[in-house]
C-alpha cells in the first residue's frame, strides 16, 4: 500500500488548528478560573474560608482552570499533548496578566506572579502528561 503523503498546506492547517484549539482551551480555563475565584470570594465574604487561605485558593483556582482548559485541548488536538497543556498554562497566565494590567495598571513578579505562573504552567501540564497516548508495542 502507498503512504499518504501530507502537502505543506495540510501541515499548516494542522498548525492552525491546534493554536485555536490552544487558544479555545485558555479562554475555557480563564472562565474556569475566574468562576472559581468568585466562588472563593463568596466563600470569603461568609466566613467559611479565611483571608489569610486567599493566596492558596488564587493559586489552586488557577491550577484548576488550566486542568480544566487543558483537559479541553489535549482532548481536541490529540498530539504534542505536553506543548498543547503548556500552551493552555501560558494563555491562561497571559489572561491573567493582562486582566490584572488592565484593572490595576502595573504589574509585579513580588506581588505573586511567579506562583501563579507556576500554577498555571502546572496545572496544564498535568494534563498533557496524562492525555498522552501509550506506545504500541511491537511483536516480534
Excluded: H
Amino acid at each position: 500500500m502507498k503512504k499518504k503523503e501530507r502537502r505543506p498546506e495540510e501541515l499548516g492547517s494542522q498548525w492552525l488548528n491546534a493554536m485555536c484549539d490552544v487558544l479555545k482551551g485558555g479562554v475555557l480555563a480563564g472562565v474556569t478560573t475566574i468562576s472559581a475565584l468568585l466562588v472563593c470570594s463568596v466563600l470569603v465574604s461568609a466566613g467559611i474560608l479565611p483571608v489569610g487561605a486567599m493566596y492558596g485558593a488564587v493559586l489552586a483556582a488557577c491550577a484548576l482552570g488550566a486542568l480544566v482548559g487543558g483537559a479541553f485541548a489535549v482532548r481536541q488536538v490529540g498530539s504534542r499533548s505536553l506543548l498543547v497543556g503548556l500552551g493552555v498554562g501560558a494563555v491562561l497566565f497571559l489572561l491573567l496578566l493582562t486582566a490584572g494590567l488592565i484593572v490595576y495598571k502595573e504589574t509585579s513578579v513580588a506581588n505573586g506572579g511567579a506562583g501563579i505562573l507556576c500554577a498555571c504552567l502546572c496545572g496544564g501540564a498535568i494534563p498533557g502528561l496524562l492525555g498522552r497516548k501509550s506506545k504500541k508495542k511491537r511483536r516480534r
